[in-house]
C-alpha cells in the first residue's frame, strides 16, 4: 500500500478542469437566466415571455425544421457516401491507404470556412460546375446550386464526410477477415459477405458517425451561412441574427436553450437507441 | 489476401468507384481554391484567364487579415498550452485514482463536444457580460480552452490508461524522485499522444468561428476576418488567404504522420 501512494496522484490535480467545468457550466446558466428575461434590454423580473412568444409564431419554427430536415436526409446521404471511402482506405494497400488519408486528414483539419469558401467557388453561378455545363452546351442557364437548400445540404455533407469516414475505417480495420474468408469458403457470395458479416460488423463505426454528423449538421452556422448566403438559414444562424443584429439577447438565449434541448435529446436519444440495437446484434 | 480466389472483386470495384469519386469531390473544391487565387481579375471564376500574384499582395495591405492571424495564432498556441496541461492534470487523476463521480466528472468535461457552438457562445457573451468584462482576450482564451480540453482529456486519458504506473514506481525504486520519475517514464511514453492532443487543440482553436464571434469586442481571430470579407468584398483575395493556410495545413499533416502516424485521427 505504502508503495501504491507514492505514485498516487493527487485529487487537487483535477482542480483546473473543475474550475473550466464551474465556468462552462456558470456560461450555460446565464444563457438560462438571460432566457426568463421578459424584455429585450436588461430588465427586471423573471418571466417565460420569451418561450411564448416563440412558440407562438409558427414563423419561428421553420428554422428548426430547415435544421432538422436537412440534417436527417443530410447524414443519411453523409452515410451513404461515406462508407465505400472508409471501406476503400480500410481494404486497400499501404500507398492508396495513404493518399486517402492524407486528402481526408487535410480535409479534416481545414477550417470549416475555407472548405466551405471552396464549395461556393464550385457551385456558384460562375462555379466550377456551371461553368462546365455551359461550356459543354448542357444547360443554357446556370444551375442555381447555391443560396438554397440543395447548395445547404451539398455543404454540410461534404463538410462532415471525415465524421463518418474516420469511425467507420476505424471498424472496418480491425474486422477480422477470417470471418469473411469462413463466409465464403460456406459458400456464400460476395454481397451475401458484406451483407450479413461486414456491414453488421461496421454497424458501431455508422452509429458513432452517424451521432457525430447528426450533431455538426443540426447545428452547423458557417456552411448555411454561406453556402445558404442567407436564403435558408438555420437555428444558429438565426439564433447568432437574433443575439448580434438584432440585439434581442434574451429571445435569443431562450431560442438557444429549445436548440440546446433538442440537441441533446438527439444526441442521448440516438445513443440510448444504437446502444440497445447494436447489443442485438452480438448478442 | 485474397488473391487467387477471385470473390470480393465486384465490391472492391464499387467501392474504388463510388469512394474515389466522393474523394475526388472533395479533393476537387480546394484545389479550385488554389487556381482561382492566382486569377488577375477580381472576379471568382474558373478557369481563370491567366496568372498574377495580386491577391497575395493584396493580402499585405489588409492589416485586419495580419493582425488577426497573429492573434489566432498566439491565442491558438496560449489555449493549447493551457489546455493540454490542464487536461493531462485531469487525465492523470481520471485514470490513476479510483472516486466517486469520476465518470460523471469525465463526463461533464467531454460535454462541450455536444452543446451547440452557439449556445456555447451566447453563455459566454452573456457570462463576461455580467462580470463587466468586455475585452476579447480573456473571454476568447476562456473560451478556447473550454472548448479544446474535451480533445486534449480524451487523448491523454486513452494513452495514460495504455501506460503502466509500474515502469515509474520502477524508476522510483531506482532512485529517481517523483517528479523526475514522472517525466522520464510516463511522460516520455505519452509523448505522441500530447503532440497529437496539442495539434487537435491547436486545430480546434484556431478554426473557431461560431461561438468566437460572440466574443469580439476589441479583436477578432482570423476565421472571423475571412467571414466577414466573404460576406462583404468577396474577390479573390480569400482563395489567397485559404490557398496559404490549405499549405500550412499540409505542412502540419505532413508533419503529424512523421511524427505521430495519421491513427491518431482517422482512430
Not at chain 1, 485529487?11 to 464551474?22: D, S
Not at chain 2, 452557439?118 to 463576461?128: A, D, R, Y
Request: charged share 10%; net charge positive; aromatic share 10%.
Amino acid at each position: 500500500m505504502a508503495e501504491q501512494t507514492k505514485t498516487s496522484v493527487s485529487l487537487g490535480l483535477l482542480l483546473p478542469g473543475l474550475f473550466c467545468l464551474l465556468l462552462f457550466g456558470a456560461s450555460l446558466f446565464a444563457v438560462g437566466i438571460l432566457s426568463l428575461r421578459p424584455e429585450r434590454l436588461a430588465g427586471e423580473g423573471i418571466g417565460l415571455n420569451q418561450y411564448l412568444r416563440f412558440f407562438d409564431d409558427t414563423r419561428y419554427l421553420i428554422y428548426f425544421w430547415r435544421s432538422f430536415k436537412v440534417s436527417c436526409y443530410g447524414t443519411l446521404l453523409t452515410l451513404f457516401l461515406g462508407y465505400p471511402v472508409a471501406y476503400l482506405m480500410a481494404r486497400s494497400g499501404g500507398r492508396i491507404r495513404l493518399t486517402l488519408t492524407l486528402v481526408l486528414v487535410v480535409q479534416f483539419f481545414t477550417s470549416y470556412i475555407i472548405r466551405a469558401y471552396a464549395l461556393m467557388l464550385v457551385l456558384g453561378n460562375n462555379g466550377l460546375i456551371n461553368r462546365l455545363l455551359l461550356k459543354l452546351g448542357m444547360i443554357e442557364r446556370p444551375l442555381a446550386l447555391m443560396h438554397n437548400e440543395t447548395g445547404v445540404a451539398i455543404g454540410l455533407i461534404m463538410v462532415s464526410l471525415p465524421f463518418i469516414v474516420f469511425p467507420v475505417y476505424s471498424v472496418l480495420r480491425g474486422i477480422d477477415l477470417r470471418l469473411e474468408e469462413a463466409a465464403e469458403s460456406l459458400g456464400a457470395g460476395e454481397w451475401q459477405v458484406f451483407w450479413n458479416v461486414t456491414l453488421p460488423l461496421s454497424l458501431p463505426g455508422m452509429a458513432a458517425g452517424v451521432v457525430l454528423a447528426l450533431l455538426f449538421q443540426v447545428t452547423s452556422f458557417i456552411v448555411p451561412g454561406l453556402l445558404g448566403g442567407g436564403y435558408y438559414d438555420m437555428v444558429a444562424n438565426f439564433i447568432c441574427d437574433q443575439a448580434l443584429s438584432v440585439l434581442n439577447i434574451p429571445f435569443a438565449s431562450a431560442v438557444a436553450m429549445v436548440m440546446l434541448a433538442i440537441t441533446l435529446f438527439l444526441v442521448i436519444g440516438l445513443n440510448k437507441l444504437f446502444e440497445r440495437n447494436l447489443k442485438d446484434v452480438s448478442a | 489476401m485474397r488473391k487467387g480466389t477471385g470473390t470480393g472483386k465486384g465490391l472492391k470495384r464499387l467501392s474504388c468507384l463510388l469512394g474515389g469519386l466522393v474523394v475526388i469531390g472533395m479533393f476537387i473544391p480546394l484545389l479550385v481554391v488554389f487556381v482561382i487565387s492566382f486569377n488577375p481579375g477580381n472576379e471568382l471564376i474558373f478557369p481563370p484567364h491567366g496568372f498574377s500574384l495580386r491577391w497575395y499582395s493584396n493580402i499585405f495591405h489588409h492589416a485586419s487579415f495580419l493582425s488577426s492571424f497573429h492573434f489566432s495564432i498566439i491565442l491558438g498556441v496560449v489555449a493549447t498550452a493551457v489546455s493540454l496541461i490542464v487536461g493531462l492534470s485531469g487525465a492523470l487523476v481520471l485514470t490513476r485514482r479510483k472516486f466517486r463521480g469520476a465518470d460523471i466528472i469525465s463526463g461533464l468535461l467531454m460535454s462541450p463536444l455536444v452543446v451547440p457552438q452557439v449556445v456555447i457562445g451566447i453563455g459566454f457573451l452573456s457570462l463576461f457580460s455580467m462580470m463587466h468584462v468586455y475585452h476579447s482576450i480573456p473571454s476568447l482564451l476562456a473560451l478556447h480552452i473550454i472548448i479544446t480540453l474535451p480533445y486534449t482529456l480524451r487523448v491523454l486519458v486513452a494513452n495514460l490508461s495504455r501506460c503502466p504506473v509500474s515502469m515509474e514506481e520502477a524508476a522510483m525504486v531506482l532512485g529517481a524522485g517523483k517528479y523526475r520519475a514522472f517525466v522520464e517514464t510516463t511522460l516520455r511514453m505519452i509523448k505522441p499522444g500530447m503532440v497529437a492532443s496539442a495539434i487537435f487543440a491547436f486545430v480546434t482553436s484556431f478554426d473557431n468561428f461560431t461561438a468566437s464571434q460572440f466574443l469580439i469586442w476589441d479583436r477578432a481571430t482570423l476565421p472571423i476576418e475571412i467571414y466577414a470579407y466573404i460576406t462583404k468584398e468577396n474577390d479573390p483575395t480569400v482563395a489567397a488567404v485559404s490557398s496559404v493556410l490549405i499549405l500550412m495545413t499540409v505542412g502540419l499533416v505532413i508533419l503529424m504522420e512523421r511524427w505521430v502516424g495519421l491513427e491518431t485521427v482517422t482512430g
